[in-house]
T-cell receptor, first 112, second 111 residues
Framework: DSGVTQTPKHLITATGQRVTLRCSPR?????VYWYQQSLDQGLQFLIH???????AKGNILERFSAQQFPDLHSELNLSSLELGDSALYFC???????????FGPGTRLTVL | DAKTTQPTSMDCAEGRAANLPCNHS???????VYWYRQIHSQGPQYIIH???NNETNEMASLIITEDRKSSTLILPHATLRDTAVYYC????????????FGTGTRLQVFP
């Protein structure tokens, strides 16, 4: 158990819909990272937040957005969903001053 | 971050040592070698990292060649639960930036 929690574990929705994925980092970790893992793309970095502020963006679509709240939990919002958005979405957290990332169990999103 | 090359897949008998190689010939002097693994769609798990000296922890050992152009992750007594995809990642230490995952090595431990 990494100490990072993600909800929900599974999510099934239809094209065009909007969903929110939630991540709670390890206690004390200020950084939250989001990654997407699809069958054909492997693990891809989406976005990094540190103590509430966006630090870096990867190949994140404009339909996707994220935020980190004062209690340090983070949400990833996916809108206008397409079939190709079906994937595993992982959240990772990291402590300030270290470079090890601890991953949550992921949310499996299925878009029908 | 330097690019890494890993074999696509490897097999290992249970109880034997699993030696997973990684080539990183363009590694820079300030870049570390990190290993993560992913067990069947679970979240990736940190294993170990090192700069130039060999490192050991409760999970594995990391052997880095003297020229630092390659390294080997050693699981001393592989179990069925070690079946996973193993990723070798090279990055600057204390870089809190993203992890760049390649395709990794799929290790299959068999009874």
């Amino acid at each position: 158990d990494s100490g990072v929690t993600q909800t929900p574990k599974h999510l099934i929705t239809a094209t065009g819909q909007r969903v929110t994925l939630r991540c709670s980092p390890r206690s004390g970790d200020l950084s939250v990272y989001w990654y997407q893992q699809s069958l054909d793309q492997g693990l891809q970095f989406l976005i990094h937040y540190y103590n509430g502020e966006e630090r870096a963006k990867g190949n994140i679509l404009e339909r996707f957005s994220a935020q980190q709240f004062p209690d340090l939990h983070s949400e990833l919002n996916l809108s206008s969903l397409e079939l190709g958005d079906s994937a595993l979405y992982f959240c990772a957290s990291g402590a300030s001053g270290t470079d090890t990332q601890y991953f949550g169990p992921g949310t499996r999103l299925t878009v029908l | 971050d330097a690019k890494t090359t890993q074999p696509t897949s490897m097999d290992c008998a249970e109880g034997r040592a699993a030696n997973l190689p990684c080539n990183h010939s363009t590694i820079s002097g300030n870049e570390y070698v990190y290993w993560y693994r992913q067990i069947h769609s679970q979240g990736p798990q940190y294993i170990i990292h090192g700069l130039k000296n060999n490192e050991t922890n409760e999970m594995a050992s990391l052997i880095i060649t003297e020229d630092r152009k390659s390294s080997t992750l050693i699981l001393p007594h592989a179990t069925l639960r070690d079946t996973a995809v193993y990723y070798c990642i090279v990055r600057v230490s204390y870089n809190t930036d993203k992890l760049i995952f390649g395709t990794g090595t799929r290790l299959q431990v068999f009874p």
